[in-house]
């Protein structure tokens, strides 16, 4: 009996405890509302009294729109009615806070927050946005057809203020010289033709004396306006051109199409294609004259980029030569309160600068108040989103900014008198968000000074101070100010809670109220396993954050998850937008595997050199993290150092190759999901920052690929790809497969997915594709 006892005990351990769900990919990777609909888009009313956002806690076929107010913080549904009336587009104040003008529908509304009264001030078929109250409340400028348009509240009255055109202007008819003799001779020759012509001459002048004032006419030619700005004393408009340069661009073939042909789509072009120019412009309405705006004074414009400054000589030693003014891109202008100013962000289109300037309407000058530079590339992505300022007025004499510039994203102030700049926050975190209310009493901020993992909300006197912390929970704060900044309403998440509404007082140790409860009774059946965030030193004695999934009956084997890029991190305390995976991972652990889900080298949240440590090399220090991953699984947790596994999607994708060709003996299974396989073939935007561009700095493509090293291949690979992914184009992994084959590799094969984009879509390809991994895993590791 003694003997048959391990083995009795051990079956038991196989299964989960009692009333503990089991779980299998068919149960974790069905439509995501089988754990609950979580709200999303929480947005205040004008009046601050309502909390407007989308929720669907029926599992009706689409979200629909819920409210609650801080007093009455029950969900309730809103009504077709109400909801008809609800605005669609950002809500811009007057100057009194007692009207809001908003878009919706490609139309202008007014909502007068005393009567509630709503007017509809546009009713087309073109479509109007951008709306916005003029300084003395009067009128509302707003944007049609590449236009700027005014409309005054008392009278109605519409006026268009600029007169863009798209082509060139036709020059008028000049007369010969033999053609002007003749006109010459015929008005000396014949008296009635010659009164005619006096009369027509002095009619024409009457009539332009006497006609209204018309904007002046101004041609695109083949160009696109935008980034159309009255300045706040409506004496100038500024403008950007810009010119489209289309390299040749890609075409994904969809195979499974309603028509039953082959279909296809026009997709991105290569990294390093052509781009385009663009060039700024001041409308000087009185003068009736428009004005080019240069950038060729700002400094370091004419710096020589090095790609690698060890090897190439720096053409600035020399006084005989000058470079030519590198090209740039114009954007987020504002004007100051008063018109005296404007700024705008300029940006290099090589990636390595970005100038916060001060615009001199009156000399057309441009000054330099803040310059950013990078040798690697300048994180363009801040602010809530890619798109959110970086910079605006706080008043007629100041602008705030974020920088980098301490090797962290910290919030700055600069005086535009004389250029005196004031870091208002300090430290090794970043400030993620910044919110600016109408009072500009205070900047609310969005850091992860508590911990690399969490986003929590403080108030910062715009005079700058010690800022007070208004959320206390532990996790991730998505907070929405109301207008009158007595409450925050806000999305708040832990590693294994998902995301809620609540809604609290603007005060510190207020206490939030939970609005909403989503989660399924099936969900919540389950005791899905808070990771522990633990930090491991890499072989450069860096601290590596990483989420780590303990099995309670560890087989000895574990798995390393490689998260996506762009910019972002997955070692955090809160629910990650990889839920799926996270549910793996705990299926993982149910089967005993150690997982190991890492913030590797060029991640989110840890600071400007954490984000270009893969300069001119990807696959460099994001690969060896990676790879220091798994020996503190060997060191730490006693993993068998010959069943480790590796998988990800996208970059992740990327990495699991790089892992499988370069250090084929760290890993013996690895899962490959769209990812890049040749980074030449990868968009520009995102690959340029990072590799510059092929053939200018084609070694860093060649380190980078892994296309290039797929002759090192010894473990067992799956690649899975959509096949109308127009992100990582299908054509990557189809490349790479004919590369193995003519390696004449046995240990991989691909999955293709008919129907799917970069991010699948259809529950039927999410099973699938985690079917295939859990099978490679528990072949090969087990």
């Not at 042909?261 to 428009?290: P, W």
């Not at 997982?595 to 050199?609: N, P, Q």
């Not at 990807?618 to 069943?643: E, F, S, V, W």
């Amino acid at each position: 009996m003694r003997r048959f006892l391990p083995c009795f005990l051990a079956l038991i351990a196989a299964f989960p405890a009692i009333g503990q769900q089991t779980l299998t990919v068919e149960k974790i990777m069905r439509d995501p509302l089988w754990m609950g609909s979580l709200p999303t888009k929480p947005a205040w009313s004008a009046d601050s009294r309502t909390l407007y956002f989308l929720w669907n806690p029926v599992n009706a076929a689409a979200d629909s729109i819920y409210k609650v107010t801080p007093q009455n913080p029950s969900p309730v549904k809103v009504d077709k009615s109400e909801r008809a009336k609800l605005p669609s587009g950002e809500l811009q104040f007057n100057h009194a806070h007692t009207k809001v003008v908003f878009e919706k529908y490609g139309d202008i509304f007014v909502h007068d927050l005393a009567s509630k009264k709503i007017t509809q001030v546009t009713k087309t078929l073109a479509s109007e946005f951008t709306p916005c109250f003029s300084a003395d409340d009067q009128k509302i400028f707003y944007i049609s057809d590449q236009n700027l348009y005014s409309w005054e509240t008392g009278t109605g009255m519409i006026t268009q203020l600029t007169d863009f055109r798209k082509g060139k202007k036709v020059a008028s008819t000049v007369l010969s010289e033999q053609e002007q003799w003749l006109k010459r001779d015929q008005l000396r020759t014949l008296q009635v033709l010659k009164e005619r012509d006096a009369k027509q001459t002095a009619a024409s002048k009457i009539r332009k004396s006497e006609a209204p004032a018309r904007p002046k006419e101004i041609y695109l030619d083949e160009k696109n306006v935008d980034m159309i700005r009255i300045s706040p004393d409506e004496k100038f408009i500024t403008f950007r051109l810009t010119r489209s340069v289309r390299g040749r661009g890609t075409v994904v073939p969809a195979y499974v199409t309603p028509t039953g042909f082959t279909e296809d789509i026009n997709a991105r072009t290569k990294v390093g294609s052509a781009s385009g120019t663009q060039e700024l412009f001041l409308y000087d309405i009185a003068g009736d004259t428009v004005y080019q705006v240069n950038a060729h004074d700002l400094p370091g414009i004419t710096d020589k980029i090095l790609f690698n400054p060890s090897t190439e000589k720096d053409p600035r030693a020399s006084k005989d030569k000058k470079n030519d003014a590198r090209q740039v891109i114009f954007t987020q202008l504002s004007w100051s309160p008063d018109g005296k100013y404007a700024s705008v962000v300029i940006r290099a289109s090589d990636n390595k600068d970005r100038w916060i300037c001060l615009l001199n309407p009156a000399t057309r000058k441009l000054t330099s108040l803040h310059r950013l530079h990078d040798d690697a590339w300048v994180n363009f992505n801040a602010g809530r989103a890619f798109g959110e300022p970086v910079s605006a007025w706080l008043n007629n004499t100041q602008i705030w900014f974020l920088s980098e510039e301490t090797g962290y994203q910290h919030l700055y102030t600069a005086d535009v008198s004389n250029g005196n700049i004031k870091a208002l926050t300090s430290g090794k975190y970043e400030v993620q968000d910044v919110i600016i209310p109408a009072s500009k009493k205070y900047f609310y901020i969005v850091t992860n000074e508590v911990h690399p993992g969490e986003k929590q909300f403080y108030r910062l006197p715009v005079t700058g101070g010690k800022a007070e912390r208004l959320t206390t929970m532990t996790g991730a704060h998505e907070v929405e100010l109301s207008p009158d900044e007595k409450y925050i309403a806000f999305r708040y998440s832990y590693s294994n809670k998902p995301w809620e509404l609540f809604i609290m007082e603007n005060k510190p140790g207020a206490k939030p109220v939970q609005v909403t409860n989503s989660l399924s009774a099936e969900f919540k059946a389950y005791a899905w396993r808070d990771p522990e965030l633990i930090t491991f030193k890499a072989r450069d004695n860096a601290d590596v954050y990483a989420r780590l999934y303990k099995p309670k009956n560890p087989n000895g084997a574990a798995v390393v998850f490689v998260h996506g890029a762009g910019y972002l991190q997955n070692a955090h305390k809160w629910w990650s937008s990889y839920f799926r995976e996270y549910m793996f991972h705990n299926l993982l652990a149910d089967k005993g595997y150690t997982v190991l889900d890492l913030d590797y080298r060029a991640s989110a949240g840890y600071g400007r050199d954490w984000r270009t440590g893969i300069y001119q090399f990807m696959g460099g220090k994001d690969l060896t993290d990676n790879i220091d991953g798994a020996k503190y699984l060997i060191d730490q947790h006693q993993i068998d150092p010959k069943r480790i596994g590796i998988y990800g999607g996208s970059y992740g994708g990327f990495i699991t190759l790089m892992a499988m060709f370069t250090t084929p003996d760290v890993f013996a299974a690895g899962a490959a999901l769209r990812p890049v396989t040749d980074w030449a073939h990868y968009n520009h935007a995102y690959t340029s920052n990072i590799l510059n561009v092929p053939h200018m700095d084609s070694l860093a493509y060649a380190k980078s690929s892994p296309i290039y090293y797929a002759d090192g291949l010894k473990g067992s690979l799956l690649m899975c790809h959509g096949m109308v992914d127009v992100n990582v184009h299908f054509q990557d992994v189809v490349r790479l497969s004919q590369r193995l084959i003519e390696l004449g590799k046995d240990d991989w094969e691909l999955a293709v997915y008919p129907m799917e984009d970069h991010a699948f879509v259809e529950p039927s390809s999410w099973t699938d594709e985690y079917k295939r991994i859990l099978k490679l895993f528990e072949t090969k590791l087990k």
